[in-house]
């Protein structure tokens, strides 16, 4: 095993409410110095296959502020790989020293190769996989987001015995591969939801591809508009809460996710004592570049 990971632990959260609710979040955010929460499990047993395989280099795909690009840079900087990226929009090739997600990856030693947006959408096509190989050679590749079936197994291991007395589990979703890999991790009697974090229904038939258990449930209603969308009402929501608790979320996932559980407590969803449990899927890379769009429009920052 090249990974170690250090044990995460699950923290109480402050609520106040009168049906004897408690919620506790799991701090996978802290499992590893560089490469935290569901990013570090889904990189686990690809890396691993990667070894196996003798292969030198990751190739994998992501936006601008991809919480996945970041992390697989540092992973390969770590582990000793190379790391190429296929970044979602040809204008960001000029905006590298501007974009703290992008810098930072190329500092890790990832190279980057921008694509118009249409091309992106070619990721999973395998003649555009074939134009890559003829371009960087013979590497081993990583979906967007990191979900595969490996990705999906390293995310079976969040859950831990201690964890089976949690009536709910609850996890943002971005492609469905850590809340697929919760499924498959629960028990039968527990209750897994997901809090999407991008607009439509189309990460249902997703997690069904790797969901080996029926007991899940996407909640839809708490994306404020869609990926990366935020408002003041969110903003607020996350700096209270890291001044309450002492936990950083992030914008794009695990604020959307805890913003909807606290939510849902305040208009009665849980029934009376119920146990929840969260997931800190990481993500806090992502801050510094929100704030740098926060400013431009003249809204709060997350503190």
């Not at 936006?63 to 204008?91: D, L, M, P, Q, W």
């Not at 249409?118 to 371009?135: G, P, Q, V, W, Y």
């Not at 629960?186 to 939801?193: D, E, F, M, Y």
């Not at 996710?257 to 899927?281: C, Q, W």
Request: glycine residues 10%; proline residues 2%.
């Amino acid at each position: 095993m090249i990974f170690k990971v250090e044990q995460s632990i699950n923290e109480a959260v402050k609520l106040k409410n009168s049906s004897n609710v408690s919620l506790y979040i799991k701090r996978e955010d802290a499992i590893h110095n560089i490469i935290s929460g569901n990013k570090y499990r889904k990189l686990k047993y690809n890396i691993e296959a990667a070894k196996s395989k003798n292969k030198t280099v990751l190739l994998t795909f992501g936006g601008a502020f991809s919480n996945h690009i970041a992390a697989v840079a540092a992973a390969g900087n770590v582990y000793g790989f190379k790391t190429i990226g296929v970044i979602r929009g040809e204008e960001l090739a000029s905006k590298i020293d501007e974009n703290t997600t992008l810098n930072y990856a190329r500092n890790c030693g990832m190279v980057f190769k921008f694509v118009s947006r249409s091309d992106f959408r070619k990721k999973n096509d395998s003649n555009f996989i074939e134009a890559l190989r003829m371009e960087f050679g013979n590497f081993y590749v990583i979906p967007e987001g990191g979900t595969n079936s490996l990705a999906v197994k390293g995310c079976e291991e969040i859950l831990l015995e201690e964890d089976y007395n949690f009536d709910y589990v609850c996890a943002p979703v971005g492609t469905g591969g850590t809340l697929a890999g919760l499924i498959n991790g629960s028990k039968p009697n527990q209750q897994i939801l997901g809090f999407s974090a991008l607009k439509g229904d189309f990460l249902q038939e997703d997690i069904s591809k790797f969901a080996k258990q029926n007991n899940w449930e996407l909640v839809n209603n708490y994306h404020f508009g869609g990926y990366a969308k935020i408002n003041t009402d969110l903003i607020t929501f996350i700096n209270r809460f890291k001044t309450e608790n002492k936990i950083q979320l992030d914008p794009i996932y695990t604020g959307k996710m805890m913003y909807g559980i606290v939510d849902m407590i305040k208009n009665n969803y849980f029934p009376e004592g119920s146990r929840i449990l969260a997931v800190h899927t990481g993500g806090i890379q992502g801050i510094a570049g929100m704030n740098n769009r926060l400013k431009q429009k003249n809204l709060p920052l997350i503190q």
